[in-house]
C-alpha cells in the first residue's frame, strides 16, 4: 500500500518537470493522482449534426478545421475563430481570451467541440466551452476525460499518466468497506470505482463509480470530524464552569425585552455546554436581527460568574464598536468590566488595555483580528466568541481560542445554511439556530428597480426622510481596485450631496477612512444628524440605526445573495415599514435569479437553499475554509442521500490496522486536518 504514497516524479511519463507542474494542481503522490478525477468528459459517440443547431442550445460537434482567423476587441481581448464542417454544414467556432490557439488550430484537423450555440446578425455561432484535436492515438476510446490543467500540460499527456497508474498502482488501493456496507448502499469496488470515473465503461458504470467515490469522500469526512470531537471531549483540562454569582441573571433581568423561545432555548444548549467536563465547541446560526448578541452576552456572564475572562472577536471595527456598545448597556447596572482593542485602539490607551487583560483586571475583552495578535494575552480565558466567523480564516479563529487553557469556543453567524450542509461543514461542533425573530419586527419590502428607473427610489427616499426617516444607499465592491470601489463611494456621494439632495444632509462611509473618522460618522448618522449614508459594504455587518428605513443598494447584481440579505438586514430594526431597493442591470440568469429571490423572501435560511442551488457547494459561504474545497466527487447539494448514508456509517465504522495509513493520509492531506485514527 505504500506504493500509493510514491512521489509523483518517479511514476512513468512524469519526471522532475512534469512533477513540478503536477504539484501545481495539488497532486504529489500515485494517491492524489489517482483522486484527481475528470472535471468533464468527451462522448465521441454523442455528436450533433451542424445542420441541426438551433439558437441556444448546448450540444457536441465533430467536424474539420477550414479556416481560423483573428481580432481583437476594444477592451483588448483576442478573439480567435474557426470555420468547422461537417458532412452536414458549416459553423463558426468562437474562442474568447485564448490567443495561444491561433498557433494550435490548422487547417484539416478534426476536432471536437463542446458548447452553446448563438445566433448572431442571423447566422449561428458556436461559443465553445471544451474543445480537442483529435489524432489515431486515443480513437479507440469512445469516452475520453478532460482533465484540470496548467501551463505546460495537455490532456493527452494526463491521461497517458493516469492509464499508466491506473495498471500499475490501482490494485494497491485498499477496500475499506466491507461486503455488508457495500450491500446496505449498494456499492461497488474501490478499484472498479476509480477505474470508471477515469475512463467509464458505460454510463451506468460511471453513475456507479460516482456514488462509490462520494460515498468514500463522504464518509472519510465525516470520520475526520468524529475523530475531532471526540478528541475534544474527552480532552484534559477542559474548563467546567460553575458560577459563583448571580451575574447571568443579572443581565437576563436588566434586558429591555423578553427572549424569544428560540434564543431561550439556544442559551440553555450553551450554558449546558459551559458546565458539562468537556471544551465547548458549538455553531449559533441566526438571521439577520435574531437577537444572537445577546445570547452571546449571556453566556459570557456565565463564564464572567465562574471567575473566567471573555473575549468576543468581530471581522470589522464598525461590528466590535457595536458590540462594545452593546455589552456595555447589557453589563451597565454589574462591576462587570468591558474593554475594547481595535486597530484603531490609541497606542496609549492599547497598553492600559493589554495590561489589564494580562492581569485579569477586564472581564470582557471586545475587538477585532487585534485580539489574536501575539502581544495579547489573557490571565485566565474561559470563553472565546467569534462573531460572522465565516469572515475569518481557520487559523484566525484558533487563534483566538489559544489564547486560553482550552476556553470554550462559541462561534456565530448571521449567515443562514441549510442544516445538512451546516453538520457536514462542523460536524465537530455542535449546532443552535435561532429560527425565529423578535416580536414587532416588520418584513422589509424589497423591490428590483432597473438602473434607468433610479429617480424612482431616490424620491422615495426623499419622502421617508420628509417623514423623519433616514436611508442608506451602498455601493458594491469592485474586487480588481479597492480604489475603484472608493471612488465609486466618493462620486456617488458628491453626486447626492449636490445634485440629487443638495438641501439634505449626505454622510459618506468607507474602509479607507481612519476608525475615528468613522465612528464619528457612525454617531452622526445614529442621532439623526445625517439623513443619507452613502457606504460601501463596511456597513454590511454590525450596524444598527433603528430610524433607518431605506436601503438603496446600487449595482445589486455584482453582490451575492448572503451579502444582499445582510445588506437589507441593516433596516427593518425600528417600528417603521422598512424597505429594500435593489439597482441594477442584471445581465446573467444567475444575477437576475439572485434578485428574484431578495423580492420573493426575507426568511435567510431559504435564500441560503437558493444560493446553494444558484452558486452551487464548490463556493457556497467559505467552504473552502474547512477542507470541502478538497472533495473531487461529492456534491453537498446534489448527495444529501448519500451525506446522511456517510454519517450513519461513521457511527458504526470499524478501522482495520492494514486501512489506517491510508485513511489517515487522506484526511490529512485532503482535509488538511492532523488527525490521527484511533483503532477499535
Known sequence: MDRLFEEIQFIKGVGPQRSKLLRKLEIDT???????VPRAYFNRNKV???????????ASIRGRVVNTSTNRTRRGFQIVKAMIEDDSGMITAVWFNQPYLARQLKIGQEIFLSGKVKSVYGFNEFSVTEYEIMDGEEADISVVPIYPLTGGLNQKTMRKIMVYALNNYLPSYPEILDKGMKNRYNLCDIQLALQNIHFPASGEAYL???????FEELLLFKLSLTIDKANIKTSRGAIIHQPQTDLAARVMDGLPFTLTAAQQQVVNEILSDMEAPHTMNRLLQGDVGSGKTVVAALAMAQAVASGYQAAIMAPTEILADQHFTSMKRYFASTPTVVARLTGGTAAGERRMVLEAAANGEIDILVGTHSLIQDEVRFKKLGLAVIDEQHRFGVKQRAGLSNKGEMPDVLVMTATPIPRTLALTLYGDLNVSVIDELPPGRRMVKTKYIPRSSRRQAYRFIRAEI????????VCPLVEESEKQDLQAAVTLYEELKTGIYPDLKVGLLHGRMKASEKEFVMETFKTGQIDILVATTIVEVGVDVRNASVMLIEHAERFGLSQLHQLRGRVG??????????????????????L?????TSNGFELANEDLLIRGPGDFWGVKQHGLNELKVANLLRDQKIINWASEAALEFKLEVSQETAIDYYITQKFKKSAGIARN
Do not use: H
Open 30 to 36: 500515485v494517491f492524489d493522482l489517482l483522486w484527481n
Open 48 to 58: 450533433d449534426k451542424i445542420a441541426t443547431l438551433s439558437d441556444g442550445a448546448v
Open 208 to 214: 456507479q463509480a460516482r456514488r462509490r467515490l462520494s
Open 466 to 473: 420628509e417623514k423623519g426617516l433616514q436611508a442608506y444607499v
Open 573 to 594: 430594526r425600528g417600528s417603521a415599514q422598512s424597505y429594500c431597493f435593489l439597482i441594477g442591470d442584471p445581465k446573467t440568469d444567475e444575477a437576475t435569479r439572485r
Open 596 to 600: 428574484q429571490a431578495m423580492e420573493k
